[in-house]
């Protein structure tokens, strides 16, 4: 009786109330978003950490069916944009600071089954290898059960950065772009000068132990994956020629080659038209991001109509 | 473990129900000691071992101090020394160990291997809080008597004196609370006895300002770092300057209200370490609303025993500078640490010179109030930078930024969520005024649809978490 008085001597009941207007706060916004339905734009989102989680949740729960699936690090994650967002046979599951491993691991957890897996080889590789917490979070089926039910809790309708992508859409007047206005833009030589003195040093660091255990992770997963008959492929996205030839992505080459072997698994060639322009080195601008997105396209529709 | 994991919530959770067991009363002591050993140990069980190492030698100190007061000086004396030393050993070890080989030839496994002693969580506070244990007794000023010390023993004494040391709320970054607070608090504390009320205000107060500001500023502040912010527009660099300000705000009174509200569930009052800092006039105010229990430590045990003001204006400046160097080399070995202590000790001493020179000003112009808060609040920020890059050459370096980036475009899509996720830190702030207007009181009947505001924020807009910015100290 004791135990259960203490209840009854908060002044104003401070706790009890506090938690009831939580769950009237809750059932409020819940219901606000299941009405209104807003429209996020995933490609806003304030931080690319954010980002990340919104990319795989919105995978986890909305676009599982995709037949094509982009596996790769923020080098990749520059086709994640506002064009590119709304096809329907493709979703992009790379991950800013991520190796494409991260990718591999929800798909594999998640028990999704896409037709084709597009993996990005680069300068990904050096990356953080994957944030097991998060995919266990992200895979947690209690958690999955209450996001499905209740997207409130999905990070995609966190409140701020639903005013974030409404502020962005009218004060910054951000708009749905026409895929044929794109121009090309000048980098900013600084970024670019910073971005790619960064890879350079990344280089000289030798960081060999990184690359094999990441890709030999990746074999194991991708084996399992090739059981469940899903096809996965490899690409390459252009770079700087100073980074092309770097000791560490021709070393990530050779080993990617050693682990999945050209015979054995299809590689798509780097386009060969000249043109690409990058912000930094090795991250394409967004005009550069449309033409290569379109090249894998391209590519990638006419590998899956042939046999390996 | 993480204050805001949910490993410490069940451990917390199951301390609390073995502390309020009416059988176990009598224990309640023993169960907060062991329990904070469990803690300490937690992810590195050899921090326990130096632990218990300093709580002997204070409590065998401290004791000795109350029985033989004929050695009272000399053994406060040797236990200052002693804490300093085994600080300096563990905190300052790369550092010396670099310097003694420059001069000294040191076998290099002995120097890797010294190098290689990881710094134990929260040594910097307990020293502190052991050098007021051996100071407290030796001016007497706890509610230790040589007779009552006698009566209970020094098994009662060593027992006090290991919950003083090793509390767990306060063990990794402080509140630092002084022996003359903590001991009159030792008692048997009673579940009827706990302030739900503003045990709750601060536990949501502190999550929130930890989990929702705090961590999500971080992923914006994260680009303070060297050398991608050279290419930063100045705009960007100086929001994110005070973005860092905000949420180094954030994380650490957060941490503070959490380890207090924690406090709170076992009957101890920790102090306040924050008293809205940012609307500070002056250096001298500024320290006087920050890190509250850190700045009356050296106030206490360092600069009122150097003389404080008392001895001439030079001497002040003097006591000042030392102070806060020692104060900026307590967080860390680093040059970067130790000139943002100058900085700091730089402001002071100008605050006193500009006082000795203008004379106290009367009346409280408003304009001039928020002149020097927003001088003040920079002067800070910029300090700040000390803390967030590793290299004092970066300070440099973003400064020089600032200057140079005028024409770079500036990132708008960062600008709202730091501004919303900063503007709590702004509101708290501004709420000092109202409040003390109290022309808000009529609202303080429906805190809870506040606090339920906050719990919603905390459910479904906390950021990625992260260890708290103190924990490396």
Known sequence: ?308 | MLFISATFAIFTAAVFIFYYIPCLRKYQIHILIIASLLFYGYNNPYNIIILIISILINSIISYEIHIHKRYALLLTVAGIITNILILSFFKYNTFITHALSMNASIPEKMMHYIISISLPLGISYYTFQAISLIIDSYRQTTNMTKENIKIGGFIDHAKNSALFLSFFPKQSSGPIITANRFFPQLSEKFFQSIDWRSTFKLLIAGLFFKLVIADNLKEYTFWIRYPEFTALSSIDLIILMHAYAFQFFADFAGYSLIAIGIGHLFGYSLPMNFNYPYIATSCSDFWSRWHISLSSWLRDYLYIPLGGNRKGALRTGVNLLLVMVIAGVWHGATLNFLLWGLWHGIGLVAGTVLKIFFGPRNGNSMIRNIVKIFLIFHFVSIGWLFFKLPEASHVYAYLASIANNLFIKPNMKNMIPIFIYSSPVIIHHIFYYVKNSGKLKFLSKYDYVFYGLLLFFILLNKGDENAFIYFQF
Not at chain 1, 19 to 32: E, K
Request: with cysteine; aromatic share 12%; charged share 25%.
């Open chain 1, 1 to 308: 009786m004791k135990m259960l008085s203490f209840i009854s001597n908060f002044k104003n009941n401070l706790i009890v109330l506090s938690f009831f207007s939580l769950c009237i706060l809750v059932m409020a916004y819940s219901g606000i978003i299941f009405i209104t339905n807003p429209k996020i734009d995933i490609t806003q989102a304030p931080n690319p950490y954010l980002e990340n989680t919104i990319i795989a949740e919105e995978y986890i729960f909305e676009k599982k069916d995709a037949p094509v699936v982009i596996a790769g690090s923020s080098i990749s994650k520059t086709m994640l944009n506002e064009i590119i967002i709304d096809d329907i046979n493709y979703w992009n599951l790379s991950f800013t600071a991520s190796t494409p491993l991260q990718s591999l691991n929800l798909i594999s957890k998640s028990n999704s089954n896409p037709e084709i897996i597009l993996i990005e080889i680069g300068w990904g590789i050096l990356n953080i290898a994957d944030n097991k917490k998060e995919i266990d979070t992200l895979t947690d089926p209690r958690l999955y059960a209450m996001k499905r039910f209740l997207p409130a809790f999905r990070k995609k309708y966190q409140p701020v950065n639903i005013i974030n992508s409404y502020a962005n859409r009218y004060i910054f007047k951000y708009r749905e772009i026409d895929k044929s206005q794109v121009k090309e833009i000048k980098p900013e030589p600084k970024a670019y000068k910073v971005g790619l003195n960064g890879y350079l040093r990344l280089s000289e660091n030798r960081p060999y132990d990184q690359i094999d255990s990441v890709l030999r992770e990746m074999r194991r997963i991708i084996v399992d994956l090739e059981k469940r008959n899903i096809r996965v492929l490899f690409f390459e996205t252009p770079m700087d020629k100073h980074l092309a030839e770097a000791d560490a992505i021709l070393r990530i080459k050779q080993k990617a080659l050693f682990y999945f072997p050209a015979g054995k698994y299809t590689w798509i060639s780097p386009p060969s038209e000249p043109g690409y322009v990058t912000t930094d080195g090795v991250h394409l601008t967004f005009a550069s991001a449309c033409k290569f997105y379109d090249y894998l396209r391209r590519e990638t529709e006419l590998l899956a109509q042939s046999k390996i």
